[in-house]
């Protein structure tokens, strides 16, 4: 029934194009969900996100434009930039952080996440927290100053034992609350095998944003951040309990939510991934 459900909307934004841009998504998207088909028109694409009723996003990059071209683009279809994504690199040189700053204020933003935390191949061990904790705790205080969040994205990998709990406890509760916060990933929380919604309860106050993903049913998981992209599956289909999530996800107060498909389908899933969140938003 779902299915059908999903087809016929779909179906109807098809043929009434009109319909797609009268209804807002309740959550924005990343960008880079369409980064192939930015890569070939940015302005079109742009027009694609909007159809899908999409209002806020977070950047991943600005296709060969400067932060004020792109965010000219984003004016022009009335999409407004709430984040933007900065490398680790970025963020442990000053001057790299600085630009980092002002294109944020240039689009608007009020969060700067960093998606991947520099590691020896599969090897992610206490050294690297202790190392990424440092530049966290430095470059967020700096955002902090200039009015921007600093979030950090897991990607599976920091879920690593350690003692008596994990990696990710150590980063947590080793950087600050005034100047670190994070971004869950709900997809690469369940893929190394654990409950999206328990760590959401474990720290209430430090998730302040999240990216939604299905995964298809019997992937197997790992702890190393890998997975076919093609694996990305419309919101809803998949083994990822998206609806207790997103519950509990409000009960915490999340301020900011992407929808991200990193599969070739993303045109088509992203609208059906957003018809599939509305109840659970109320809209």
Not at 24 to 39: D, I, W
Not at 233 to 240: E, H, I, P, R, W
Not at 265 to 281: D, G, H, K, T
């Amino acid at each position: 029934m779902l299915k059908h459900l999903f087809r016929l909307s779909f179906l109807f934004a098809a043929l009434f194009p009109g319909y797609a841009q009268t209804q807002k998504s309740p959550v924005g998207v990343q960008l880079y969900s369409f980064r192939n088909q930015f890569a070939q028109d940015v302005r079109g694409t742009m027009q694609k996100v909007k159809d899908m009723g999409i209002t806020y996003c977070e950047t991943a990059g600005f296709y060969g434009m400067d932060a004020k071209a792109f965010r000219a683009i984003l004016d022009e279809f009335g999409i407004k930039a709430t984040g933007i994504s900065a490398d680790f690199g970025e963020l442990e040189d000053a001057a790299k952080l600085k630009t980092v700053i002002e294109n944020a204020k240039t689009l608007g933003a009020k969060t700067v996440t960093c998606f991947w935390i520099p590691h020896n191949g599969n090897e992610f061990t206490i050294e690297d927290v202790e190392k990424a904790v440092k530049v966290f705790n430095e470059s967020g205080k700096t955002l902090a100053a200039s009015g921007l969040m600093l979030l950090y994205h897991n990607h599976g990998y920091e879920f690593r034992s350690y003692k008596d709990r994990y990696l990710l406890d150590e980063l947590i509760t080793r950087t600050n609350p005034a100047h670190v916060s994070y971004q869950m990933d709900i997809l690469w929380t369940q893929h190394p095998g654990h409950n999206p919604v328990a760590w959401l309860k474990k720290y209430p106050t430090r998730w302040k944003a999240m990216h939604i993903k299905d995964r298809k049913k019997g992937t197997p998981g790992n702890q190393f951040g890998q997975m076919d992209v093609e694996n990305d599956v419309t919101l809803g289909q998949g083994d990822v309990n998206v609806a207790d999530i997103i519950k509990q996800a409000q009960a915490n107060k999340i301020q900011y939510f992407y929808i991200e498909d990193e599969s070739s389908r993303s045109l088509e899933q992203v609208p059906q991934s957003i018809a599939f969140l509305r109840p659970l938003f109320g809209k």
